[in-house]
């Protein structure tokens, strides 16, 4: 944890020895002398958004970032180096992963020189809140922090499934902005959010999904029609019972039957033939 941290220089003498405080001392002098034509290098102004490290002798300055405003710094001595601290996002270029499931899918692709890779892209948005660490602790802090983006997607996504994949962007995405701010923590960025821009599934892998879908569905029509047969059969058996118990109410029966074809085919004549008059002949 101590190599994390930035070691601030206080400006005490002991510190930038002798030789620092002559040269201090010397360009103090020349500011004095040269003024105020020195005014033009030594006041800098940054603006709202913005904060200034500055390195005198190599050091950094005691009390943290400068800005914003005016500030004063030595000629020849002091270096300084603008952090903006505005909210960033950039793309993570799409990665192309291979999922927890397409093993089996992967090496079957080998043997018939097809992709079953999954393209993913997604939006980072993050900002500095500490300016001396992410000059200090990192060389160029939005350089890492998109590639450290680029390879913790490619380490997210090789834990999910496919279905997890197209379901839960949400949770990926939490999991990856998690995963980013611990990272990033000891640079002096934090990551704010992060989205799933985009799924981009091979078209044979589309086809496959497509046909999946079809056969579920299929299958769970068949299983709904199969209830349905199974009601209507019961009820059939309850509504033969109870007209088994009158005869009055096939012949009812057989009377409504003759109103609803009437209504809708008028030309049709059906003649009901009781079952009763068979039975002699089956007999």
């Known amino acids: 944890m101590e190599s994390n941290k930035v070691h601030e220089a206080p400006g005490s003498d002991n510190d930038i020895g002798c030789c620092g405080c002559i040269l201090i001392g010397l360009s103090y002098i020349l500011v004095v002398l040269f003024f105020p034509f020195s005014l033009c290098m030594t006041i800098k102004i940054v603006t709202e958004y913005e904060r200034a490290v500055i390195f005198r002798l190599g050091r950094v300055l005691p009390g943290g970032a400068k800005g914003p405003g005016m500030f004063f710094i030595l000629p020849c001595l002091d270096d300084f180096k603008k952090v903006d601290l505005r909210t960033v996002s950039y793309d993570v270029p799409p990665q192309e992963i291979l999922t927890k499931d397409s093993v089996t899918v992967a090496v079957d692709a080998i043997l018939t020189k097809d992709s079953v890779t999954v393209a993913v892209d997604a939006v980072i948005y993050s900002r500095i809140f500490d300016p001396t660490m992410s000059v200090c602790n990192v060389e160029n802090a939005d350089r890492s922090t998109r590639l450290l983006a680029a390879t913790t997607l490619r380490n997210v996504l090789g834990t999910k499934n496919m279905s997890e ?3 839960e962007r949400d949770v990926i995405a939490s999991s990856m902005q998690q995963i980013l701010d611990e ?3 000891p640079w002096g960025i934090k990551v704010e959010r992060v989205e799933i821009k985009d799924v981009r599934l091979p078209v044979q892998l589309q086809r496959a999904m ?9 299958a769970r029509a068949k299983v709904v029609a199969a209830e349905g047969e199974q009601h209507a059969s019961r009820a059939l058996k309850e509504a033969a019972d109870i007209m088994a118990q009158s005869p009055a109410a096939i012949q ?6 003759l109103n609803s074809i009437a209504a809708e085919r008028n030309s049709t004549i059906i003649f009901p033939l009781p079952m009763d008059l068979l039975r002699g002949f089956m007999k």
Do not use: G, I, K, N
């Open 183 to 185: 990272s990033t923590d």
């Open 252 to 257: 009812l029966r057989y009377l409504q039957t």
């Open 210 to 218: 497509a046909a999946e879908a079809e056969a579920s569905r299929e």
């Open 165 to 167: 994949l197209l379901s």
